[in-house]
């Protein structure tokens, strides 16, 4: 018995074709990204209980989040949803080179967004915001303003590590796409780091509004 | 191992993967969508609705999160199947923010009433 698709080097003798092994590698993104809505939808709760209770704290805090940055973010993480499907789209057509530079262009937008996170960050250090480091609030509401900052820390921190490891995955996929060993018949960790990252961008849809734009018309 | 010779009359393109390629009309649609409701819901957070603000921020949140999913995440184009895997994660979220928020809201209800909602 003969298989044609069998003699493409990626296909893992488990699996029955190419097409089975696609099927099987997207399902199990999709199962791996559930958990991590699961995760990150734990922390999104307990934010959602807390500025329920101290919504004054939230709004007052949110207000000291700078918008500017955070919108910035926002646009570059867009862009770079946008980068990485046209990685995808790329790999699915087998122009190589093309993946290469969407790759390229989704990494300097990640590093962007990490670079200007890092600058909030700073400026949060210098203002005495992190707790656990050096909070320091003298007005009133001292208590729930930390615990604001603290949901702000550890979500867009959670986020940023997300981020860093995508740049990480990003640094161990090029190689192989400089060996163009992805193509129309074998993309699949192309488009499961293109999930990866879409869902990256998705977390930061929320929190974009839920942490910045708190009462701001208040 | 065949090493040779595939029978292409048996086996055909059965079993070749063949991805589907989505027109670049609709990733350009996609991005400017997101870009446009940035703006909206950074220029609605400024405007006063009321009880209203959280929902329209939410539901905008919402709105984007599923262009993302549907068209360049490619559930749009998928089998049933693999939408039942991506509506799972969501499905979840659904549960865990109903027992929650139901929980706290309903906290403290006695006679004399102090909500835990509002201090």
Same mark, same amino acid.
Not at chain 1, 154 to 160: D, E
């Given at each position: ?218 | ?28 649609? +996609?991005?400017?969508?997101?870009? #446009? =409701?940035? /703006?909206?819901? %950074?220029?609605?957070? $400024? ?8 929902? +329209?921020?939410?539901?905008?949140? #919402? =709105?984007? /999160?599923?262009? %993302?999913?549907?068209? $360049? ?47």
């Amino acid at each position: 018995m003969s298989k044609t698709a069998s003699h493409h080097p990626a296909l893992q003798h488990y699996f029955d074709d190419l097409k089975q092994q696609h099927g099987a590698a997207t399902m199990g993104m999709w199962a791996f990204l559930a958990q991590e809505i699961m995760f990150f939808g734990g922390l999104f709760a307990g934010y959602t209980v807390y500025r329920y209770k101290y919504f004054n704290a939230f709004v007052e805090g949110s207000n000291l989040l700078p918008i500017a940055w955070g919108g910035l973010n926002t646009v570059i993480l867009i862009a770079s949803s946008f980068t990485v499907a046209m990685a995808v789209r790329c790999a699915q057509q087998g122009l190589h080179r093309s993946v290469f530079n969407w790759f390229m262009a989704t990494m300097v937008l990640g590093l962007g967004f990490l670079g200007v996170k890092a600058i909030e960050y700073s400026h949060k250090y210098h203002d005495h915001l992190i707790p656990g480091l050096n909070f320091q609030w003298d007005g009133p509401m001292a208590g729930p303003m930390k615990i604001f900052f603290s949901f702000y820390f550890v979500m867009t921190g959670m986020h940023a590590l997300h981020m860093i490891i995508g740049v990480g995955l990003m640094l161990w996929l090029i190689p192989k796409i400089r060996a163009e060993k992805f193509g129309p018949q074998y993309y699949s960790p192309i488009e499961n780091f293109g999930l990866y990252w879409h869902f990256v961008d998705i977390v930061w849809i929320f929190l974009f509004p839920l942490l910045y734009l708190i009462g701001r018309h208040l | 191992m065949s090493a040779h010779a595939p029978d292409h009359s048996h086996q055909g393109e059965h079993g070749q993967h063949e991805p589907h390629i989505v027109p670049m009309r609709v990733y350009f649609s +996609v991005i400017s969508c997101l870009f #446009i =409701f940035t /703006a909206i819901t %950074v220029a609605v957070g $400024f405007l006063e609705l009321g009880p209203l603000n959280t929902p +329209v921020a939410l539901a905008i949140a #919402i =709105f984007k /999160a599923s262009l %993302v999913v549907l068209f $360049f995440m490619h559930v749009r184009y998928n089998t049933p199947l693999m939408w039942v895997f991506a509506g799972s994660g969501f499905f979840w979220l659904l549960i865990l923010f109903a027992l929650t928020m139901q929980d706290y809201v309903s906290r403290g209800w006695d006679d004399q009433g102090i909500p835990f909602l509002i201090q």
